[in-house]
T-cell receptor
Framework: DAGVIQSPRHEVTEMGQEVTLRCKPISGHNSLFWYRQTMMRGLELLIYFNNNVPIDDSGMPEDRFSAKMPNASFSTLKIQPSEPRDSAVYFC???????????????FGQGTRLTVV | AQTVTQSQPEMSVQEAETVTLSCTYDTSENNYYLFWYKQPPSRQMILVIRQEAYKQQNATENRFSVNFQKAAKSFSLKISDSQLGDTAMYFCAFMKQGPTGNQFYFGTGTSLTVIP
């Protein structure tokens, strides 16, 4: 498997524009997470999905942020309208349930560095 | 709610020496997993070591080992024989299993610099 795939790797956009970040989880994983990383706040959980269903979106900063997972192999995080304070690295991660008491972990994509000017 | 606390924003260690990174967590769960992830300048998040809460034995992976104190809710990472390539941000993470999937929570990270 190619791992968790995020696109784009870098995004520069102007304030007020819509930004869409994309994620393809590892095949077979049933949990998907979106994180935002900044120097000030570290790694923040924005939202996570189990079996394509949003479970907890309490970390989404405000209504300008939205996330969808239309199927098991694709998720998007959208910011509309974008603001300079949204500049950060956004990570997508996926995970699967361990088999009984087997191994599990979160597998991360390479992240998208978003710059809003 | 689960919280993960890393009280050391920055640390440094001389090459070949040993360093310990601290992590505490708060949970009412009995069954869970704990992790240390490494994030080098490349930005990639890399799993360093994993500990299942039901296991009393501390996990080890080559030069990396943990001190897991379940009652104290403490999970420190020890890096022995530090190497320049260990320079990175280290994140402590807690995972619990929900009925349909996993929930991960991360600390704010410790920036480790290995000095030649």
């Amino acid at each position: 498997d190619a791992g968790v795939i995020q696109s784009p790797r870098h995004e520069v956009t102007e304030m007020g524009q819509e930004v869409t970040l994309r994620c393809k989880p590892i095949s077979g994983h049933n949990s998907l997470f979106w994180y935002r990383q900044t120097m000030m706040r570290g790694l923040e959980l924005l939202i996570y999905f189990n079996n394509n269903v949003p479970i907890d979106d309490s970390g989404m900063p405000e209504d300008r942020f939205s996330a969808k997972m239309p199927n098991a192999s694709f998720s998007t995080l959208k910011i509309q309208p974008s603001e300079p304070r949204d500049s950060a690295v956004y990570f997508c991660a996926s995970s699967s349930l361990p088999l009984v008491r087997g191994k599990t972990e979160a597998f991360f994509g390479q992240g998208t560095r978003l710059t809003v000017v | 709610a689960q919280t993960v606390t890393q009280s050391q924003p920055e640390m440094s260690v001389q090459e070949a020496e040993t360093v310990t990174l601290s992590c505490t967590y708060d949970t009412s769960e009995n069954n869970y997993y704990l992790f240390w992830y490494k994030q080098p300048p490349s930005r990639q998040m890399i799993l360093v070591i994993r500990q299942e809460a039901y296991k009393q034995q501390n996990a080890t992976e080559n030069r990396f080992s943990v001190n897991f104190q379940k009652a104290a809710k403490s999970f420190s990472l020890k890096i022995s024989d530090s190497q320049l390539g260990d320079t990175a941000m280290y994140f402590c993470a807690f995972m619990k299993q929900g009925p349909t999937g996993n929930q991960f929570y991360f600390g704010t990270g410790t920036s480790l610099t290995v000095i030649p």
